[in-house]
């Protein structure tokens, strides 16, 4: 028997989304940029020599810009135990951050370069955690702030 019944789980659901929305803000995405070939030199042998010589090459870059829900990690231990028993769970670093994103979102900030929001650039530091609240459905990332 649950206690709550799927009208009010949907109720919680959808206040989730709104509280996500009231406090999120966009952050930009980067992903490996992709490789175009523009030309090739037909007279270039590549069986010998630089194989990058007779080809130019562009690189497009890939990005994408997605609602986050930021959380700045002062003075906070750890998500994590570290140790042989779990039982040791260390300061966080300066300028570590936690977001919260939802699945499109984390579908593109799975396999990122890099983070940039309010003008500084982060690398993920985490594997994502995922987080379903009565349907809501927000996945967590941990990032570090690049020097």
């Not at 709550?4 to 980067?30: C, G, H, M, Q, R």
């Not at 990005?63 to 998500?79: C, R």
């Amino acid at each position: 028997m649950d206690l709550l019944n799927p009208i009010e789980k949907a109720s919680f659901a959808a206040a989730l989304e709104d509280l996500f929305d009231t406090f999120s803000k966009p952050i930009v995405v980067y992903k490996t940029p992709t490789k175009v070939i523009i030309s090739q030199d037909a007279n270039f042998n590549f069986a010998f020599g630089d194989n990058d010589k007779g080809v130019d090459v562009d690189y497009v870059p890939v990005s994408g810009v997605f609602e986050a829900k930021i959380h700045y990690e002062h003075d906070k231990l750890s998500p994590v135990p570290v140790g042989a028993g779990g039982e040791l769970r260390t300061p966080l670093d300066q300028g570590v951050v936690r977001l919260k994103v939802r699945q499109d979102a984390y579908l593109f900030l799975k396999d990122c370069e890099r983070v940039e929001f309010e003008g500084k650039t982060y690398n993920v530091v985490s594997d994502f955690r995922p987080r379903f609240i009565f349907g809501a459905k927000f996945y967590i990332f941990y990032l570090n702030a690049t020097s």
